[in-house]
T-cell receptor, first 115, second 114 residues
Framework: AAGVIQSPRHLIKEKRETATLKCYPI?????VYWYQQGPGQDPQFLIS???????DKGSIPDRFSAQQFSDYHSELNMSSLELGDSALYFC??????????????FGPGTRLTVT | GNSVTQMEGPVTLSEEAFLTINCTYT??????LFWYVQYPGEGLQLLLK?????DKGSNKGFEATYRKETTSFHLEKGSVQVSDSAVYFC?????????????FGQGTTLQVKP
């Protein structure tokens, strides 16, 4: 079965640079979530989109922005990178039906290292 | 606010031992509860879920029962294998006004020795 695809899988950037992470949800899934997992920590919710509109916002820095496109893929844009942004970034997708939100399926993650 | 608390790890067991990983939650409304597993270097995989009180989620020999009276969702397995070694995350998704975002516990590392 098709899974959530994230690219790139690994990314190395220097401080103050920008990075773009991409997420391709499972076909027919209409909702995308972004999470950040620091070393040895639990995933923290950043932002989510439903039908191309932002549906919820968590602890996402102002330096980050995201959007969901007409084909439902999503991009997380990160600017003025800091050492503390080094983490594993997960994308997850799900779908809604009859007002119910079904479980999230996670991609393999993008490991961002800021030097 | 909403939160999830898991027992601290690492939990080290011998193969075929009984496993319990405790998870308690604080939430408004009626959350859905999940266990996710993360193998080394990999993403999060949904292990099991329960959406209402007294529901039992089960998968691959793992079980967890949604206990509203004790606000708990403890993970159990009768006989662990070396291949079960991973980090286990308990998570909730809130009910009313639910946008689906997950709130995770801090994770519990399980090490199973042959």
């Amino acid at each position: 079965a098709a899974g959530v695809i994230q690219s790139p899988r690994h990314l190395i950037k220097e401080k103050r640079e920008t990075a773009t992470l991409k997420c391709y949800p499972i076909p027919r899934h209409d909702t995308v979530y972004w999470y950040q997992q620091g070393p040895g920590q639990d995933p923290q919710f950043l932002i989510s989109f439903y039908e191309k509109m932002q549906s919820d916002k968590g602890s996402i820095p102002d330096r980050f922005s995201a959007q969901q496109f007409s084909d439902y893929h999503s991009e997380l844009n990160m600017s003025s990178l800091e050492l503390g942004d080094s983490a594993l970034y997960f994308c997850a997708s799900s779908f809604r039906k009859g007002g119910q939100i079904y479980e999230q399926y996670f991609g393999p993650g993008t490991r961002l290292t800021v030097t | 606010g909403n939160s999830v608390t898991q027992m601290e790890g690492p939990v080290t067991l011998s193969e075929e031992a009984f496993l319990t990983i405790n998870c308690t939650y604080t939430a408004t409304g009626y959350p859905s509860l999940f266990w996710y597993v993360q193998y080394p270097g990999e993403g999060l995989q949904l292990l099991l879920k329960a959406t209402k009180a007294d529901d039992k989620g089960s998968n691959k020999g793992f079980e967890a029962t949604y206990r509203k009276e004790t606000t708990s969702f403890h993970l159990e397995k009768g006989s662990v294998q070396v291949s079960d070694s991973a980090v286990y995350f308990c998570a909730l998704s809130t009910g009313s006004g639910n946008t689906g975002k997950l709130i995770f516990g801090q994770g519990t590392t399980l090490q199973v020795k042959p």
